[in-house]
């Protein structure tokens, strides 16, 4: 019904916010992107330049998130609307940091095993990240009614449920088949820091599908 | 002071999100139940068909939560209220999808011994589920002064209370009575999901005190 | 530009809240210090005389945040003022059955190992908790523009990013140094219950800047 809200929510009271949330959701797509390389890569030998990569990535993200909160406490917008603008940009920057700490744990613990769960677990992560990214920029044109924002939480969502299946999967296939113990715990942390990233993912996801609940 | 107020706010403007929501709560005590008939089995066999019930239970509150979200997008109740209907479907099905979970991960890791911690823990998240379920039912008939609902979320903290020294001291148990590491590893994985499952059900409890703080 | 916000949101309306917000903070205070004594212990027979000391922490805590809750509920604030203040007296009282839980923890699992990584996350832990005391106090007095809130919650989270630092090495140390898979299990279950509760505090630091950006 109020076609245009979100647009106009955001966008005309102040222009500078969306190039900000863009650039974040810029950040956590690159540090994404890391990810999926870490794991692809053949030579470990490689890993401490793909490692940099992702915490440059981290560092732009700490960046533009505390651009952002300075803004906010500078600019005249609205309290509700204050609190969504800070609430995406922290998420994003949570997820960030979560792929961050995924990469800093496969450095730290060099697990003698290859994850072969890995990689499937970044692709989704990867595919978050370009859902957000392609939320921000709907968040920007779209009218309220179009339902693209609700495509891509939903989206989100749908990804959210296939990692866990992933986890479940993984796991109880290592504790069928690894016999050290020490290398499981090693796996299951990797795991799971996996996992938590993909939920932040689902967090932005929430915070979209509370924007759009909240104005559609 | 504002009698009724809760009661205005959700049932005249909206008389249908009440049904939903009791909907949503039905699922969920009839995934705890299941659950509790889990871990009371005597006949492994019995396993799948017990799951067939909770997974059913999963589905179930799937579909009604994505039908509350649908309504609230096109009904025209105020954001206050739209975000409250919101969060306790949300986090009503999340403890549904946690039920879930732990199922899974029984059926999946075939721990070798019995989980003897798991009735108590199964025990604690039915009767959690069976006060969310009073709770919404008191949302529509009480006055918000008759301390109804904070009866319930009370008993919930009390719950989740009980579930926090439970998994303390079976940790504490299994760690000087199992010696295998990898089934010690399985065991505290179910226990951590039981755990987070009563956290989710906490939260709801957290979300009606919330409802009760704010239209007191 | 809104100078004095903060202050005339709390304050005037009603002076009783602070002095409950100040008692959660001594609370939450004496717990942490009760856990750095915890760690610094040389001989393991002064360990239930400190639990003690963070259990009775503990209790005061559940006691005052009761008390602010029923406070809540039958004063005449605004609603979004009482979410506010709710959630900093639940989070507070969350940091305090942290600790409580890593006390609990330690004497339950009779680790075989001094805990070499243990005081230096009990002082994160204490140094948090001096920050949020000293925040809760400005937050009475202070001039919404003067910064000391920000300043407050900025060092919050520079602590949890150091807490996040020790928690990798630690583990990574841990999955190089120790050989018995069990004494690994319990001393990781330590350690995270320690970064979560770092992650609390954190959580009270997102709370006092969501306070600052919407009045700020």
Known sequence: MKIDYILSMFAPKDGKFFPLLEETSTALKSASDGLVELFEREDPKEIPDIYKKIKSAELAGDKVTSKIHKELCSSFITPFDREDVDALADEMDGC???????????????PKRKLYFAPQMAKIISDGSAEISGAIKDLKTMKSSDGKLRKHYKEIKR?????DLVYEKTISEIFHSESDPIELIKQKEILHELEKTVNRINKVGKTLKTI????A
């Not at 960030?96 to 060099?110: M, P, S, T």
């Not at 990804?159 to 990692?163: N, P, V």
């Not at 759009?212 to 104005?215: A, D, I, S």
């Open 96 to 110: 960030i940091d979560g792929i961050n700490r995924i990469a800093q744990k496969v450095l730290l613990y060099e």
């Open 159 to 163: 990804l959210e449920e296939s990692a």
């Open 212 to 215: 759009y609940v909240k104005y």
